[in-house]
């Protein structure tokens, strides 16, 4: 039960965070309506901000409440466990998608979304961004994932991408200092990405990835809810290839499958799906090809709250 007292300080918080983003905040909101996977816990507070300024105020006001916060997009790589997120999401994705294209480089807000900053960049003859068609995230979510495909990702187009840092601060950031690796940057927890300069001089687009990007559909289990991959490749092997040696497709924890289409994907095929039908499952196929290959497979997809 909520004391009075606890009931006072959310109070004095909501109050606060409404002064950042007008209108724009939440409380107890289920985070199943704002992940892909379509189930999870709730985020005590979650505000959806209109501009750059709404972020850079709303972090300043967690800051300045002492509560944790984090950014998402689409949240098509988030799981948010069924205990909850305690503090506040703030989520980019739904507005700041203004792109413009200029004659070397594009400008992207962060909630721009990924697959149309590669629709436009392709078809208006700018290469390097073919990859990206398909992938269902965010510009703000692909840099902190170095979201790629097909051996080409985020990293090799990014000129620039201003943040704003764990002081509240806002920053600017160059590739190396992003420290982007595989499905991964060292962009920290706290930052949160704001807009990206991208490089994008004309040239040749790659018919052959834009035709991988367009063809997903055929290996993927697109019309159902997931996270897409749930795994990173280890070194030297492929995720998906080892669960299935495993025997593991169909495999059911509660509403989460691995599906039948594509190994590493696991499907929310319940109406009541838990977050930790989905732990369970991805624990349970840790285990499994460990046992049979002595890999530990790392999951791609980020988890985050409480059990
Ligand atoms: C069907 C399907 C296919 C997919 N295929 C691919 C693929 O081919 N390649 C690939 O790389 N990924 C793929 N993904 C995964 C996912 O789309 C990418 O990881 C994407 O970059 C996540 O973006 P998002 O906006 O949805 O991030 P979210 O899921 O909202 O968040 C993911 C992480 O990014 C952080 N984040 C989000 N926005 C910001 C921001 N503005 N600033 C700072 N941090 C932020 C979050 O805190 C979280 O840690 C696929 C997903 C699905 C459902």
Same mark, same amino acid.
């Given at each position: 039960m909520v004391t009075p007292r606890g009931a006072e300080g959310r109070t004095r918080t909501l109050d606060r965070l409404e002064r950042a983003c007008p209108g724009g905040v939440r409380v107890d909101e289920p985070m199943a309506k704002h992940t892909t996977i379509g189930a999870g816990g709730r985020a005590r507070y979650f505000a959806?901000?209109? !501009?750059?300024?709404?972020?850079? /105020? &709303?972090?300043?006001?967690?800051?300045?409440?002492?509560?944790? *916060?984090?950014?998402?997009?689409? /949240?098509? +790589?988030?799981?948010?466990?069924?205990?909850?997120? !305690?503090?506040? %999401?703030?989520? %980019?994705?739904? +507005?700041?998608?203004?792109?413009?294209?200029?004659?070397?480089?594009?400008?992207?807000?962060?909630?721009?979304?990924?697959?149309?900053?590669?629709?436009?960049?392709?078809?208006e003859g700018r290469p390097g961004f073919e990859f990206a068609v398909g992938i269902p995230g965010s510009v703000g979510g692909a840099v902190r994932m170095n979201a790629g495909a097909f051996g080409r990702d985020i990293a090799r187009v990014l000129k620039k991408a201003t943040v704003v840092d764990g002081?509240?601060?806002?920053?600017?950031?160059?590739?190396?200092? &992003?420290?982007?690796? *595989?499905? $991964?940057?060292?962009?920290?927890?706290?930052?949160?990405?704001? !807009?990206?300069?991208? +490089?994008? #001089?004309?040239?040749?687009?790659?018919?052959?990835?834009?035709?991988? !990007?367009?063809?997903?559909?055929?290996? $993927?289990?697109?019309? $159902?809810?997931?996270?897409?991959?749930?795994?990173? +490749?280890? #070194?030297?092997? %492929?995720?998906?290839?080892?669960?299935?040696?495993? /025997?593991?497709? /169909?495999t059911r924890r509660g509403g989460a499958m691995v599906s039948d289409k594509h190994a590493n994907f696991i499907v929310n095929v319940g109406t009541k799906t838990e977050a930790n039908d989905i732990e369970d499952l991805i624990d349970f196929i840790i285990n499994r090809v460990k046992a049979r290959f002595g890999v530990e497979l790392t999951p791609e997809v980020i988890i985050i709250g409480d059990r």
């Open positions: 959806i901000p209109r !501009s750059t300024g709404e972020v850079v /105020g &709303l972090v300043r006001a967690a800051l300045e409440l002492d509560i944790d *916060y984090i950014g998402i997009g689409r /949240g098509s +790589n988030l799981i948010v466990r069924d205990g909850g997120f !305690s503090g506040l %999401v703030i989520k %980019v994705a739904d +507005n700041m998608r203004n792109l413009r294209l200029f004659s070397r480089t594009a400008h992207a807000e962060a909630g721009v979304s990924f697959t149309r900053l590669g629709r436009t960049l392709t078809r002081e509240g601060r806002v920053v600017r950031f160059t590739p190396e200092e &992003l420290g982007f690796g *595989y499905r $991964q940057s060292a962009l920290p927890s706290d930052a949160i990405v704001l !807009s990206v300069i991208f +490089n994008c #001089p004309p040239g040749e687009i790659d018919k052959e990835a834009l035709r991988l !990007s367009r063809s997903r559909g055929e290996t $993927q289990p697109l019309a $159902q809810k997931s996270f897409g991959s749930t795994f990173k +490749n280890p #070194p030297g092997g %492929v995720a998906a290839k080892m669960i299935e040696e495993c /025997g593991l497709k /169909g």
